[in-house]
């Protein structure tokens, strides 16, 4: 019994590791991928009329960059206060914003991340600020739902145990509630990461340089070679983020 | 020692628990019955004040529970519930040892008592230490959820139906283990039940309860044969009353000594119920049953006369 469980745990670093294979996989092609300048050839072969087939305004790393920091800044603002207002209302004393709140975070979601854009830009004007605000509050909504659904999903005998066992409302937070929830909320960041990844492409509309440059300048100039090489690093992107998550989330 | 001094809880209109006295002595298991939303749990978790009565005082040692901080009243209390309430993320043993940790005892010290607590209640340590809840059987679970309330050793525990979803044997099971876990540890325990047998086996004292009110208590043979009303009589078995008694006494407390008769043919232990020896003498049609002990040996003898005698001495 006790030697099985011992095993189990000496090889679990290696195993561990080779979980990680596919997302660590996605990555690296991510990152051969950015270094495409490379491949001018190829992208001749679809645009042999253009001057340019390889889009030279920025490099692909510093674009890559700019697009991670701008989903990054964004999700981490939608964590705290998503997971934060999810958790606010579901204590005694929020219990009354509950209905608003859910209710709010069912109706965001099916507005348009375009419009947010749109309301936004007027509002901050142009450069980065926007698209963050944008993808704040489009990617609020997942956290917010699945907070809400994860605690909300709870046996009531559990609650029920913890609070006669003698916890206080932190110990309850922290200790079970958060815990039991984390699957449902880290699917919740998940969905938020990933669609915001895509969505963060709108920015280059608004000015703010990341990896949507390539996509609006080509199509701008009808140049499919562009579209094609941030099309490509936005889906890598997210393939590595998503399939990181999905990690997460199988080991509990 | 718990006392509640005309306790009352209100929900909205409704009046659950409506100007209930009742004293509890320590070391004494104090069985609420009653039927179904009639306030049993409510005044089960006013003592620990998972619920805040609106009228009236509860004591504990002479001491109001609103004069305790609510946190460190809940960790002197043990509390047991039919669902067992175990986080499902946590392994048996740390689902045990959870309050000596919120007590902030030393690592090594939870450790002991874990293991103290699980071999107590028959759950190998080596087997079920690191199982989690989702992996026991319910009678299993239902022994972790009571070890977790015995684990900081507290005087009172309080158990809303704690067997109430278990099969009959293992209800039985349990049952006998709390008795022999209360003759050793002389617990103050607030039991509720649905299960007649299961109150009247259990109970130093039954407390009726009806509509949010007390209707009547005492010891099981005392309301068996006193019933204050048709309802408590009914709650009690109506007609089945003298098994329910015969039932709660032993063999042993109406056997002769052998006599210069031959053996009878058929046997029962002196442990077993007076309810069982008449079972075995209607089954096998007979009057008379040999009395042994543990090794099956003869040490006396029962007849029907003496099964029934025994009320009017
Ligand atoms: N939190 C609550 N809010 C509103 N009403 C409640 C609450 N808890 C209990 N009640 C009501 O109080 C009454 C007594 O409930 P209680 O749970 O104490 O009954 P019970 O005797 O334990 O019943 P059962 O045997 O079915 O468990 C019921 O009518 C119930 O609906
Ligand atoms: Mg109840």
Redesign the pocket.
Known sequence: MKSTALDARRITPLARARRWLTPLAWLALLLLSAGMGQLEWLFRLIEPDVRAVVYRRSGFFALLGQHILVVGVASLLAVVLGVGAAIAVTRPAGRDFLPLVSQLASIGQTFPPVAVLALAVPVLGFGTLPIIVALLLYGLLPIVRNTLAGIGSIPAEVHEAARGMGMTAGQVLRQVELPLAAPVILAGIRTSVTINIATAALGATVGASNLGDPIITGIVNGNTAYIVQGAVLIGLLALAVDSGFERLLRRG | MIELFDVT?R??D?T??DGITLRIEKGELCVLV????????????MVNRL?EHDGGEIHLDGQPVRSFDEVTLRRRIGYVIQSTGLFPHWTVARNIGLVPRLLKWPRARVRERVEELMRLLGLPVAEFADKYPRQLSGGQAQRVGVARALAADPDILLM??PFGALDPITRETLQHELRELQARLHKTIVF?T?DMDEALSLADRLVV?HQ?RIVQQGGPIELLHDPANAFVESLLGGMDRGLKEAALIKVGERMLPLGPRLLASERIAYGASLSQALSVMLWHQVDRLTVVDEEDIPIGELSLRRLLGARAS
């Open positions: 809880k929900f909205g409704e659950a628990v009653g039927t179904s939303g009639c306030g049993k749990s409510t005044t089960l978790r619920i809303d139906e509720v649905h309860m949010g």
